[in-house]
C-alpha cells in the first residue's frame, strides 16, 4: 500500500509509540487523525505536527476509546474531514495491575471496539474500500509477564482476536488486512514507574527490570517502523510481527487440526 493520500487512525496518538506511528505515517504521506483522551497533550502535538507537515494532514479528536460513542463520533468526523478511513491503528493501552478491569477494557475491549467501527467504514462489503488495520499487543501477547498477569491477559487476547479477525476479513471478503504489532520493552511513560504499575504483583518490578535489561529497551522509531512494514506490504494478514532491539520475527504458532 502507497501511502500518498491514505487517511490513517491512530488511538493513543498523543504520546510515546502513537506518537512515533503518527509521525512516521505522515512522513510517507499519509494524513492521519490522532484520537487519543489526554487532550493537552494531544493538542500541543497537533500543532507542532501541523507546523512541520501542514494544516490539513492532521486532525486531533478527544476520544476515550472505553467510549463506543466516542469512538464512533471520532471515526465518523475522520472520515467527514479527509474523505474515507484506509489505516485503523488500534495502540491506546495501559499497564495497572492494580485497576485490572480497566487495563482489559482498553487493552482489549478498545481494540475490539476500534477494529469493529474501523470495519463499518473500511469493508468492502459496506461499500467501503479496504484496507488495513493494525493492532498493538506487546511481547506480553505471546509469552506470560509473571509481573503483570492482566496486561498479559489483555494482550494474549489482542493477539488472538487480530489473528481470528483476519481470517474472518479474509474469508468474507472484507478487502482488509489485519495484524498485530508484539514490541519488547519500549522506552515511554508506561514503561515508567514500574513499581505503581504492578499492584501486589510489585515485589517482581525487580525481576522485571532485569528481564528488560537483558532484552535491551527499543525505540519507539524502531517501532514505528515495524508498523510501516504490515502497512505497506500488501501480503501481511494475520501476522504478529515480534520486535526485539536486535531481532524482527514474524511469528509462527502450532496447526491444531
Ligand atoms: N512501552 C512498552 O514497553 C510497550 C511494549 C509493548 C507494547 N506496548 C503497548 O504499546 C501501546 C502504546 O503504549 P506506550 O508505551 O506508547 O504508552 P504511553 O503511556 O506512552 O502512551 C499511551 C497513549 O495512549 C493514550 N491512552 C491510554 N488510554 C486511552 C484511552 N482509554 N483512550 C484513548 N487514549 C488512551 C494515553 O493518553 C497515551 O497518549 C500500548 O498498547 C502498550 O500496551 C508498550
Ligand atoms: C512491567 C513492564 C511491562 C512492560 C509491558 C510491555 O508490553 C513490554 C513487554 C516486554 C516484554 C515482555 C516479555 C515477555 C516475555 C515472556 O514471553 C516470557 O518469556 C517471560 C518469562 C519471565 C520469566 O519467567 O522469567
Redesign the pocket.
Known sequence: MALDGKVAVVTGAAMGIGKAMTEILLQNGAKVALLDFNETAGKSLLEALKKQYGQEKTLFLTCDIESEEQTKAALQTTRETFGGIDIMCNNAGI?NESTWEKTVSINLMGVIRGTYLALEHMSKLNGGQGGVIINTA???G???????PV?TAS?HGVVGFTRAIAAASSALGYGIRINVLC????QTD??SN?PA??GKFSLL?D??KK??EK?ETLSVSEVAECLLELVVDEMKNGEAFMVLPKSKKYMTFPVLL
Open positions: 499497564l506487546s511481547m506480553a505471546l509469552g506470560p509477564l509473571p509481573s503483570c496486561y494482550k514490541p519488547g520493552f519500549v508506561l514503561f514500574i504499575r504492578l518490578a525481576a522485571t528481564m528488560a532484552m
